[in-house]
């Protein structure tokens, strides 16, 4: 999987560009591996971006459809049609072999090439429920980070893209090589693709200052026993008006809203620390690893162990 093409379309985020070009456009000879060749290419010569400016390649579709490995970063419009042309790029590449990468909504082009009927994928969460409506042959999963069907790949939003680029990595080159290029990029060296896009944690409307309150307090105790009551006694509230303001100016629960700051205040102790999992638990406030692990794979869809081989390189 040596030459790599990158679609450029009309509207689209140099970001999204940058991440292919970044990954596998700039030469690594510090690896001692046979790298990648890399070319941007487009339906027409230029194609606006956003901001105003225009990209001008010489790659066109028949590049595209050529390479190895073909990356479709995105699409102009989630709810509109991809060219015939570019449909029958996509079809021809996955005929000749190759494989088939999109980041973010670019699942789009590939679900209408038909390349994703009977297959598993993903997309930014925003779109999954339109993926699933226009291409109902299409199992989509709306929370995974990305998606690897073997000659198919999907990932979610633009950032995931950078990890399932890792990952391709990891798949041609190796664990070594692929850290290697994660360290250069200061990103993890590797997110497992069925980790949750985000962890749900709403925060209090400012206009409710007990409530509000009550959270600053609980962020400074997570070790200690927290209960309804015992929130309900730092807003001066009886536990059923302390409950309703809560659901009023969070959206949420105490409880649930409890859960997910101790999972998140658990991460930087996954990444860095040399404590135990059963260690964190407790340092977080959670009353066993069990229930440690029960929620933490809730809220991220992989565990505190397969979370923290992620940041071990």
Same mark, same amino acid.
């Given at each position: 999987?040596?030459?790599?093409?990158?679609?450029?379309?009309?509207?689209?985020?140099?970001?999204?560009?940058?991440?292919?070009?970044?990954?596998?456009?700039?030469?690594?000879?510090? &690896?001692? /591996?046979?790298?990648?060749?890399?070319?941007?290419?487009?339906? %027409?010569?230029?194609?606006?971006?956003? *901001?105003?400016?225009?990209?001008?390649?010489?790659?066109?579709?028949?590049?595209? !459809?050529?390479?190895?490995?073909?990356?479709?970063?995105? /699409?102009?419009?989630?709810?509109?049609?991809?060219?015939?042309?570019?449909?029958?790029?996509?079809?021809?590449?996955?005929?000749?072999?190759?494989?088939?990468?999109?980041?973010?909504?670019?699942?789009?082009?590939? !679900?209408?090439?038909?390349? &994703?009927?009977?297959?598993?994928?993903?997309?930014?969460?925003?779109?999954? +429920?339109?993926?699933?409506?226009?291409?109902?042959?299409?199992?989509?999963?709306?929370?995974?980070?990305?998606?690897?069907?073997?000659?198919?790949?999907?990932?979610?939003?633009?950032?995931? *893209?950078?990890?399932?680029?890792?990952?391709?990595?990891?798949?041609?080159? *190796?664990?070594?090589? +692929? #850290?290697?290029?994660?360290?250069?990029?200061?990103?993890?060296?590797?997110?497992?693709?069925?980790?949750?896009?985000?962890?749900?944690?709403?925060?209090?409307?400012?206009?409710?200052?007990?409530?509000?309150?009550?959270?600053?307090?609980?962020?400074? #105790?997570?070790?200690?026993?927290?209960?309804?009551?015992?929130?309900?006694?730092?807003?001066?509230?009886?536990?059923?008006?302390?409950?309703?303001?809560?659901?009023?100016?969070?959206?949420?629960?105490?409880?649930?809203?409890?859960? %997910?700051?101790?999972?998140?205040?658990?991460?930087?102790?996954?990444?860095?620390?040399?404590?135990?999992?059963?260690?964190?638990?407790?340092? /977080?406030?959670?009353?066993?690893?069990?229930?440690?692990?029960?929620?933490?794979?809730?809220?991220?869809?992989?565990?505190?162990?397969?979370?923290?081989?992620?940041?071990?390189?």
């Amino acid at each position: 999987m040596r030459t790599v093409s990158v679609l450029a379309y009309p509207g689209m985020s140099m970001f999204e560009l940058g991440i292919v070009t970044e990954v596998f456009g700039l030469p690594r000879p510090e &690896l001692d /591996v046979d790298w990648y060749r890399l070319t941007v290419c487009a339906e %027409a010569g230029e194609v606006p971006v956003i *901001g105003g400016a225009r990209l001008r390649t010489d790659g066109d579709l028949d590049t595209l !459809a050529a390479a190895d490995t073909v990356i479709i970063p995105g /699409v102009s419009d989630v709810r509109g049609a991809c060219s015939p042309a570019l449909v029958a790029a996509l079809r021809s590449a996955h005929a000749r072999g190759a494989r088939l990468v999109s980041i973010c909504s670019g699942a789009f082009a590939l !679900a209408e090439a038909g390349l &994703l009927d009977g297959r598993r994928a993903t997309t930014h969460w925003r779109y999954a +429920a339109r993926l699933a409506e226009r291409f109902p042959a299409v199992t989509v999963d709306p929370d995974v980070l990305y998606v690897d069907e073997g000659d198919v790949l999907t990932s979610a939003g633009s950032a995931a *893209g950078l990890d399932l680029c890792v990952h391709l990595i990891r798949t041609d080159h *190796g664990a070594a090589v +692929a #850290n290697a290029v994660a360290r250069r990029l200061v990103v993890p060296p590797h997110r497992e693709g069925g980790q949750a896009q985000f962890i749900e944690s709403p925060v209090s409307a400012p206009e409710d200052d007990a409530v509000t309150a009550t959270m600053a307090w609980a962020l400074a #105790n997570l070790t200690a026993p927290i209960t309804i009551a015992t929130l309900a006694r730092q807003a001066h509230l009886s536990p059923r008006s302390y409950l309703r303001r809560f659901k009023e100016s969070s959206g949420t629960s105490p409880i649930r809203w409890l859960i %997910a700051q101790r999972v998140q205040a658990s991460l930087p102790l996954l990444e860095a620390s040399d404590q135990s999992v059963a260690e964190i638990a407790t340092a /977080v406030g959670f009353d066993s690893p069990v229930t440690f692990r029960h929620h933490f794979a809730r809220a991220l869809h992989t565990s505190p162990s397969g979370y923290r081989r992620a940041f071990r390189g």
